[in-house]
């Protein structure tokens, strides 16, 4: 069994920086995609970025070139360094992994809040 804790989120200014980081417990070796999600108030949840076990990674047209996706396979980590943020990145941001089964685990969220 896998559990996902999201960290790092928080309040920030128009135009700040968040480092978001996914930590997982027990063993992902051999998991394939890892994602991470943003869910807006009153919005369907948005596939932000997206990384392959093979480092080939993956952006939505609002996020590319001021966030950077980023897995540690050795410390079972995945991060999201998000740059130049905007108010509408405003949202729950979740992890998400899935197993060579194509079995999905989710963590519980991190918040991100800018401010304009």
């Known amino acids: 069994q896998v559990h996902l804790v999201e960290s790092g989120g928080g309040l920030v200014q128009a135009g700040g920086s968040l480092r978001l980081t996914c930590a997982a417990s027990g063993s992902i070796f051999g998991f394939n995609d890892m994602r991470w999600y943003r869910q807006a108030p009153g919005k369907q949840r948005e596939l932000v970025a997206s990384?392959?076990?093979?480092?080939?990674?993956d952006y939505s047209d609002s996020v590319k070139g001021r966030f950077t996706i980023s897995r540690d396979n050795v410390k079972n980590t995945l991060h999201l360094q998000s740059n130049s943020l905007k108010p509408e990145d405003t949202g729950v941001y979740l992890c998400?992994?899935?197993?060579?089964?194509?079995?999905?685990?989710w963590g519980q969220g991190t918040q991100v809040t800018v401010a304009s």
């Open positions: 998400n992994f899935v197993d060579p089964t194509s079995r999905s685990y």
């Open positions: 990384i392959t076990r093979g480092g080939r990674t």
